[in-house]
Structure formats: structure tokens, C-alpha cells
């Protein structure tokens, strides 16, 4: 912009929709036991989703940019996956951190997590990638494309083995499924091969997935319980929210289980019941509609555009968002600030392509 100098602002289709978000959002901070917080962590985190949201519909006009900027993506995730096999090679004692209950995983005493603060956000992380690889490799015509983005497939599926996240691993199920129904259901059985494998062949890969249904594991138990206190705050405020960022302040009050004053619990480990706990139910809604606005419009560019490459990335977003959803249901990677970034810049890719002139080409 500053080089055409010129403003450059398009509508989009959910112009109004995020408007209402920011405005809720903005709403909540009313009602926050520290509003000073609240309106601070708001402008700071809100200001950088839209912002990055708006540069790249106003922006990202060309097929060439977009291969960039997809590229640049995976590129990313390279590097951090060669810093992740870094970290398991050299050994990093996770023991501090508390990521594993030590009584039930006595031999885990490694959990990678490479540049991003914790296993669960590299999870979250490399799932996001790995979806935007697999629809892409689906959909490119070059064996050695393929073979490529396949081979870069494996190689962050092994990283996020190493993660040992429970919920990625059966966010992973949701991406599979659903490019079995979008592309081809003789894939589902290709890429459950992968994960079958990693079960059968590492006995703590299959002891930690089996440790879902465990009702001893502390990390279960401790999310059933933050469940019940963030529903708890939900029926107390369901209109505005405890207020936007809150939740580690408000906690304490709902504090069932540990009933620990000095405890600082950060997220719900829920990303729908975090986010209505702090914003309301209202504004819960309209974020699950703004995730469904997006999917259907990538679905319509994949289903009509006849560029294979367009159709992968669309297939990948779809994923790739897919993937984030399914694994809010056990975690909230979304509060971390690179991972929201990430997820309104696929949604921005999904509105450019949409709009863009190459969208049938």
C-alpha cells in the first residue's frame, strides 16, 4: 500500500460478521475485572488478527503471490521441524513444564515443542501445515511434485508424533476424513496407514493415545474440571462474558478442583467454551459463523475453479481449519498469538482467492 500509495480496502462478505466479533469483543472489556488488561491484551491481539486479516484480501491479488506467501508457509514449518528433531536428538527434560502426568508416563521425558511455547502448539501447528502439503500434493498433477510434498508430509507427521498431543493426533483423523470426502475416499485408507504404523511401532505413542480414556490421567482429569468451571462462568455471564482476556483473572472464583488461590490457569482447554466464557454466547456465534462463512466459500471455489493448484490450497485451508476446529474441542492453541495469526491469514487466502480474478483459471 505504501508503495502504490494508496489505501487499498475491499468488501468482503463478512465485512458485517467481524465487525459484530471485534464489536462484542470490544463490548466484554466492560465487564472484565480489570478492564486496564482487557482493553490493553484486546487492541494488542485484535489488532493484529485484522490488520493481517485485511493486508492480505487487499493485497494478495495474483497466483504467483499466492504461491509465495503458501510457500513461505511450509518453508516456515520446515525450520521449525528441524529445530523440533533439534530438541529430541539433544533431549530436552519436560519434567519441569508439566506437560505429562510423570505417575502414568513415567518413561516420557520428551516432548518437543521447537520454536512455539509448548508440544500442544507445535501439534496444533504442524497439523495446519501438513494440510495445506497433503491438499496440495492431492491435487498436483507432477509425480515429483507429489512425491515432494508427500516425503514433507512424513517428515512433519514424525515431528508431530514427537509432540505426543492427544488432541492433534485426533485432530489429524478430522483432516483425513474430510479430504476423503472433498477429494477421494480411497485416501482415507492411504493416510491411515501413516498413523497405524506410528501406534503399532512405538509402544508409548499407542500407551499415550489409549491414556485418553483414562479417568486417573491428572491432564484429563484437569480438563473435565476447567470444563466445568469455565460452563459455570458461561451461565453466570452468558450475554458479555467474564471480558476479553480474563479468564486467568476470573478463574480463581470458579476454582472447583485445585482450589489453589496462586494457581494461574491461562485457557478453558476448550476453545468454544473459552471463548463464550470470555465474550459471551453471542459472541461465540458469530465466531462459528465466520469459520463456516469461510469453509463454504472455499468448498465453492474447489468444487468450480479448474486450476489444480487454487483447488489444493483451498482443499488445505479447508483442512487446515478443520483440523483447528477439531482440536478445540480438547485444547485452545488458538490463545496463542502465532497460531491466531495463522488462522485468520488462511481465512484471509480463502476470501483473496475467492474474490480474484484467477479463481476459474
Not at 521441524?81 to 519436560?94: A, L, M, N, P, R
Amino acid at each position: 500500500m505504501v508503495l502504490l500509495k494508496k489505501i487499498l480496502l475491499k468488501r468482503t462478505p463478512f465485512d458485517e460478521m467481524i465487525a459484530l466479533f471485534v464489536i462484542l469483543s470490544a463490548a466484554s472489556i466492560g465487564v472484565s475485572p480489570d478492564r486496564d488488561f482487557s482493553f490493553y491484551n484486546y487492541y494488542h491481539l485484535m489488532g493484529r488478527y485484522i490488520i493481517i486479516y485485511y493486508l492480505v484480501i487487499n493485497n494478495l491479488v495474483t497466483l504467483q503471490q499466492l504461491k509465495r506467501l503458501i510457500w513461505s508457509v511450509i518453508a516456515s514449518a520446515v525450520i521449525v521441524t528441524c529445530y523440533g528433531f533439534y530438541q529430541y536428538i539433544h533431549g530436552v527434560d519436560i519434567s519441569a513444564f508439566q506437560w505429562v502426568d510423570g505417575e502414568q508416563f513415567p518413561e516420557l521425558k520428551v516432548r518437543i515443542f521447537s520454536t512455539l511455547q509448548n508440544p500442544n502448539l507445535l501439534a496444533g501447528f504442524l497439523v495446519v501445515v501438513m494440510s495445506l502439503a497433503v491438499g496440495i500434493g492431492l491435487h498436483t498433477e507432477n509425480i515429483q511434485g507429489k512425491i515432494l510434498l508427500f516425503a514433507l508430509v512424513a517428515v512433519l507427521g514424525t515431528c508431530l508424533v514427537l509432540t505426543y498431543s492427544r488432541g492433534a493426533w485426533l485432530s489429524i483423523v478430522a483432516v483425513t476424513a474430510l479430504c476423503g470426502r472433498l477429494y477421494n475416499r480411497k485416501v482415507l485408507w492411504v493416510f491411515l496407514v501413516i498413523p497405524a504404523i506410528a501406534l503399532f511401532c512405538h509402544d508409548g505413542v499407542m500407551e499415550r493415545l489409549l491414556s485418553i480414556f483414562n479417568p486417573t490421567d491428572t491432564s484429563s482429569t484437569l480438563r473435565i474440571a476447567l470444563w466445568e468451571s469455565t460452563i459455570a462462568m458461561i451461565l453466570d455471564k452468558p450475554l458479555l462474558g467474564i471480558g476479553w482476556g480474563s479468564y486467568w483473572l476470573v478463574y480463581p472464583e470458579y476454582d472447583f478442583f485445585l482450589n489453589n488461590p496462586a494457581a494461574t490457569i491461562v485457557h478453558a482447554h476448550n476453545m468454544y467454551l473459552h471463548i463464550a466464557a470470555e465474550i459471551g454466547i453471542p459472541g461465540l456465534l458469530v465466531f462459528l459463523a465466520i469459520i463456516y462463512g469461510h469453509i463454504k466459500r472455499a468448498i465453492e471455489v474447489l468444487t468450480q475453479t479448474q486450476n489444480q493448484w487454487v483447488a489444493g490450497v483451498m482443499l488445505g485451508a479447508v483442512a487446515a481449519v478443520i483440523g483447528l476446529a477439531a482440536n478445540g474441542f480438547t485444547d485452545y492453541i488458538m490463545f496463542n498469538v502465532q497460531m491466531s495469526m495463522l488462522f485468520w491469514l488462511l481465512n484471509a487466502v480463502i476470501v483473496a482467492v475467492w474474490e480474484a480474478s484467477f479463481r476459474y483459471k
